[in-house]
């Protein structure tokens, strides 16, 4: 089944203790991002990739890193949460920049204490 | 980055109603999408539209592009229950994919 494929669902950690959510694909797309959605703003866009080891910054970068070392995987990384980055996050992936059918993953929900 | 503002925010309506929700931006888009976000899910692509003007179907749902390329509209006819969720409109600017703020839907049986 053609899927992303994203761990955990559900993560409570403290303030400043490194985390990486992990993203997966199985579909061979060349497009990844990262959102984060939160109530009246939406979805933003945190960071893409475009292809291995091409990844540039969305609307909302700061206190994030991302990695494109293989097609298929697309990690987030938090170095140091703090709480406003409590929120839900998707992991999607498209099969090229020209293409616009996004798949979803089904979230991981990050709460930061 | 780009702000893409729908409007209204929230609806609350009976089933069999239809439902019409908008989509704004200050910039030029030249695609306009629309996607359903089901409770506890990711968003999934409802309808694609290409060309300023262009008005699609796909059953009970119909998506237009509008004239200036600074919105787009969803209306959603006879609802049912399943149409529960949030819509985002969505579209793409040079390498980024922008989302709209949503509309989440309620529909009363």
């Known amino acids: 089944e053609a899927q992303v494929t994203q761990n955990p669902r559900y993560l409570i950690t403290v303030t400043g203790k490194k985390l990486t959510v992990t993203c997966s694909q199985n579909?061979?797309?060349?497009?990844m991002s990262w959102y984060r959605q939160d109530p009246g703003l939406g979805l933003r866009q945190i960071y893409y990739?475009?292809?291995?080891?091409?990844?540039d910054k969305g609307d909302v970068p700061e206190g994030y890193k991302v990695s494109r070392k293989e097609k298929r995987n697309f990690p987030l990384i938090l170095e140091s949460p703090s709480p406003n980055q409590t929120s839900l996050y998707f992991c999607?992936?498209?099969?090229?920049?020209?293409?616009?059918?996004?798949?979803f993953g089904s979230g991981t929900r990050l709460t930061v204490v | 980055g780009q702000q893409l503002n729908q409007s209204p925010q929230s609806m609350f309506i009976q089933e069999g109603e239809d439902v019409s929700m908008n989509c704004t931006s200050s910039?030029?888009?030249?695609?306009w999408l629309w996607y359903k976000q089901d409770p506890g899910e990711g968003p999934v692509l409802l309808i694609a539209?290409?060309?300023?003007?262009e008005l699609t179907s796909n059953g009970r749902l119909t998506a237009q592009f509008g004239i200036t390329r600074k919105d787009s509209f969803l209306n959603i006819s006879a609802s049912i229950p399943s149409d529960v969720g949030i819509y985002f409109c969505?579209?793409?600017?040079?390498?980024?994919?922008?989302f709209g703020t949503g509309t989440s839907l309620t529909v009363i049986p």
């Open positions: 539209l290409y060309k300023a003007g």
């Open positions: 579909m061979n797309h060349e497009y």
């Open positions: 999607a992936s498209k099969r090229d920049r020209a293409n616009y059918g996004y798949t």
């Open positions: 910039s030029i888009f030249n695609t």
């Open positions: 969505a579209g793409p600017r040079f390498n980024q994919f922008y």
């Open positions: 990739s475009m292809n291995v080891e091409v990844t």
